[in-house]
């Protein structure tokens, strides 16, 4: 039972005192539950549900949750002044968030310093998107990725529309007076500083970006197990989802394609692949057989993947489309590359989500 099904179903046990004060008491703690998960602050049940059975007060909970959401607001003003009036600040924490255990204030470090670059990147008008979700990741999908170890994590996403990054670029951003900036208006520290903090606690990050079309840093921390919240039972269910039809996966990054190839293998497919657009046209092409999916990345050089979408169909006019890209859908939803309501799936994925996605993709309007 997910963790606020059953923090709702422990207030419903106890809210069993039908007097006024009885039914005032439960109407403020349902309020701080609907407070609770609209703000994304879902780790804080386990701590809500420890409390009152420890017997404390309905005003000690109010007043923990009352502090929590101050911070929350006092960091999202101070960003929105960092980042100006032109830039619209969009924060969309996630639902069932894991606690983690990391100095705040490191926290505040990182959102500061990932906020101004994205300022120093959006000339004009843009928009800075904050996020919070969870990951898991497994053995296969971490084989291929130093630093990476399988296990549960919390996302913290900040991505912007701004103009972006070349590779040469992206594969300095992190080193210690590094910058594109004109002299006098960075030191190159900014994102040294952000990656020393995600290193030092042994967490990680990754970075997706495309010149014009905006960066995406995403940093994964590990969950914090406690006695409260016990280790969530794996969903073995959705890893049956194989299929044996035929899938392109077209994708510029090497290790990506390996490690996508791979699973989807493992999954029964047979798997065709492409680096870029124009070479996933030629393998189409020369395949002569049926292609039942296309599963391309979203931003590449050359052809968006909408555009090899498009030309594909040609040739395979009943041709499925999963579109992956390692920028939160919001963000490729504002640059217009994708319409509203197509297959995606945000990288990195695991085995279990690229299963679900990619069975789900085949089986529209079947």
């Known amino acids: 039972m997910p963790l606020k099904d059953t923090a709702k179903q422990f207030l419903f046990n106890r809210l069993d005192d039908r007097s006024p004060q009885g039914v005032a008491k439960g109407i403020i ?25 420890e017997g404390r007060t309905v005003f000690w909970v109010v007043l923990t949750l009352a502090y929590a959401l101050l911070i929350l607001l006092i960091v999202l003003k101070i960003l929105r002044r960092l980042i100006g009036e032109d830039i619209d600040l969009s924060w969309q924490p996630g639902h069932d968030i894991w606690p983690i255990k990391m100095d705040p204030a490191q926290i505040d470090q990182i959102l500061a310093n990932l906020s101004v670059n994205a300022r120093d990147a959006i000339h004009g008008v843009g928009k800075l998107i904050i996020e919070t979700g969870r990951a898991t990741f497994d053995e296969v999908y971490c084989a291929d990725r130093p630093g990476f170890i399988p296990g549960d994590y919390v996302l913290l996403s900040v991505s912007d529309n701004g103009h972006g990054m070349d590779r040469e670029t992206l594969e300095n951003i992190f080193e210690p007076f590094f910058t594109n900036k004109e002299v006098g208006q960075g030191t190159g520290l900014g994102l040294a500083t952000v990656y020393g903090i995600v290193k030092q606690n042994n967490r990680f990050i990754n970075v997706y970006s495309e010149l014009n079309h905006g960066t995406s840093f995403k940093i994964y921390l590990p969950r914090h197990r406690t006695v409260d919240v016990p280790a969530r039972p794996e969903n073995t269910e959705t890893f049956e989802a194989h299929g044996h039809e035929t899938v392109l996966v077209v994708e510029d990054e090497a290790t990506i394609l390996k490690v996508t190839r791979m699973m989807l293998e493992r999954q029964g497919y047979t798997v065709l692949t492409a680096a870029t657009p124009w070479e996933a046209i030629d393998v189409a092409q020369e395949h002569g057989k049926k292609i039942h999916l296309l599963m391309t990345d979203v931003v590449m050089p050359e052809m968006n993947g909408r555009g090899l979408a498009g030309k594909l169909l040609s040739l395979y006019p009943n ?11 919001d963000v490729i939803a504002h640059h217009g590359v994708l319409d509203e309501g197509v297959n995606f799936i945000q990288k990195p994925f695991s085995k279990q989500e690229l299963s679900v996605k990619v069975r789900k993709a085949l089986d529209v309007d079947n």
Do not use: R
């Not at 041709?319 to 859908?329: A, V």
């Open 29 to 53: 703690l349902f309020g701080i539950l609907a407070v609770i998960i609209s703000f994304g602050f879902i780790g804080y049940l386990p701590s809500l549900v420890s409390a009152l059975q």
């Open 319 to 329: 041709l499925k489309c999963l579109f992956m890209s390692g920028y939160t859908e």
